[in-house]
């Protein structure tokens, strides 16, 4: 592996963890978004994720003050990727976006430079003749929260080098990850695979009107000794990137549509985004199912 400047390229809910996680090992990021206003608020975001690393893995104020020094930010897509060895896309999990930005990426990314998506959904094989480069294409994918949940699944496609698809498995290694290769091509990779049918089942239970999102979280942590329910998962993955997945799946899942709407009117719309933007099914900071007597 010879990565030294990685460019992460959106700054959601996941974008911005991607870049501060793989700062903080020591490469140099630069941080592409659409505008200029974008990149300012994710550079507050970084701040405050920064505290979350002193909390969570005892970061000294020289770790952080590197990885502050490592991040640059740029709303030049050329610019952004120049010196680039890998381009990590975590754009919204909307094909269209997703195939307008590789249209994009192809054309001004130097030739060395290996591209990787966090598409938690989709598979490599759908943008690679987008790419330019399909052997040096893979999927990346991240759960929430990166530095506490350190895992990373590489997933390539038919077409993907060997060699690529073994210097991301070194590359996750070397950002702190749990590294997890996957040899065939699979929707939903290995986490979303098993998480998002639990999280359609208990949405179901909410949009149905059989309980509310309190209660269907308290039946599954009581009964598993789980710290989270699927409504905190959801709000932690991010209500709008639960949204785009939905809308992705509606003409295969009839149950998608009355989902769409009730998350439309009641988060979207009012920008109840989750635990990021301070409100979802919960309100956060301190959320309620973290208080000591939720299960009581």
Same mark, same amino acid.
């Given at each position: 592996m010879n990565f030294k400047n990685v460019t992460v390229a959106g700054s959601g809910v996941l974008g911005y963890q991607i870049a501060f996680q793989t700062a903080f090992h020591g490469f140099k990021v630069s941080v592409y978004d659409i505008n200029d206003d974008v990149l300012a608020k994710v550079k507050a975001k970084f701040f405050e994720l920064s505290e979350c690393y002193k909390h969570d893995l005892n970061a000294t104020q020289e770790q952080l003050d590197n990885t502050f020094n490592n991040l640059s930010y740029c709303s030049n897509l050329a610019e952004a990727v120049k010196d680039a060895d890998l381009v990590i896309e975590a754009v919204p999990e909307d094909v269209g976006i997703k195939t307008e930005f590789y249209k994009q990426l192809s054309q001004v990314a130097p030739?060395?430079?290996?591209? =990787?998506t966090?598409? @938690?959904?989709? #598979?490599? @094989?759908?943008?690679k003749d987008l790419t330019g480069r399909p052997e040096k294409f893979v999927a990346l994918h991240f759960a929430n929260k990166i530095w506490v949940n350190n895992m990373a699944e590489i997933m390539g496609h038919a077409e993907t080098d060997k060699k690529v698809f073994d210097n991301l498995v070194e590359f996750a290694k070397a950002i702190g990850m749990l590294a997890l290769p996957i040899y065939k091509e699979q929707p939903g990779h290995l986490l979303n695979s098993m998480l998002v049918p639990f999280l359609i089942s208990a949405t179901e239970l909410w949009v149905k009107e059989v309980s509310d999102p309190e209660m269907i979280d308290k039946a599954w942590m009581k009964s598993f000794g789980s710290p989270l329910g699927p409504f905190a998962i959801l709000d932690i993955i991010g209500i709008n990137t639960v949204y785009n997945v939905a809308k992705l799946n509606v003409d295969t899942n009839p149950n998608m549509a009355p989902l #769409?709407?009730? #998350?439309? =009117?009641e988060f979207i719309r009012p920008g109840y985004l989750g635990m990021f933007s301070g409100k979802g099914f919960y309100n956060y900071p301190n959320p309620a199912y973290e208080t000591a007597n939720f299960l009581k």
């Open positions: 030739e060395k430079t290996i591209f =990787a966090n598409t @938690s959904t989709m #598979l490599p @094989s759908q943008f #769409l709407e009730k #998350l439309d =009117a």
